[in-house]
């Protein structure tokens, strides 16, 4: 017969505790509740009525609370509870916890949660690229015209093809997650934006190159776009597109 497995229990963090008590019973019965808690450690907090006004930890935590019947915060609080730990390895990390989820009125400092990591910013980006690629979608798809099929469709959309295989959009990959576009033609200033893909979008209006985009502007039958158009570099400077293919 094989060996039934046994589930070992884990062991409490919480070996014992004390729940909105009130300050009172330091008056009435200190030793009582100062010879149950000597020597524990723990997480206290402390109410005044019943709202939460400060959260704290304690090697000792009868000293700890006899300390705050005399310092600043005392008459501040009314009840209080305690926490014994039995395993103080992540007592501080609770504490923190605590302090970030509850932000009592009496404690002066936010927890700190030293090794742990803030996915926040890694979120924004993954964001980012998400939003920037559904826009990229958006309006390529609002772009595309509905054909009506001719004779001359099927041997058109053939030569389409092959020339698409042997020219892409010349900025496709140059600018993970889009680019903003700079340009200055007689006196005015002009913006557009570059997605992933290597569309260019200006006024509205999507093109598959910088040329194209930069004939919109200038109304010019013919123009180089890559020494048309410039982006900010690493360092904050425009330089012209053409740069990066150098």
Known sequence: MPKKKVKRKSRPIISGYLEKVSRNIFDKHRKAITDRTSGQQGLYVLYRNDKLYYVGLAGNLRSRINHHLQDRHKGKWTHFSLYIISHADHIKELESLLLRIAYPAGNKHKGKLRRSANILPELKKQVKVAVLKELEELFEKKRKKRIVPTKNTFAKKK???????????????????????????????????????GTVKYDGQLYDSPSAAGMAVTRKKTINGWKFWKYKNNSDELVYIDELRK
């Open 159 to 197: 030569s389409e093809t092959s020339k698409n295989k042997t020219k892409e959009k010349p900025l496709r990959g140059l600018f993970p997650g889009g680019k903003r576009l700079y340009a200055s033609y007689n006196g005015k200033d002009y913006k557009a934006w570059v997605f992933t893909s």
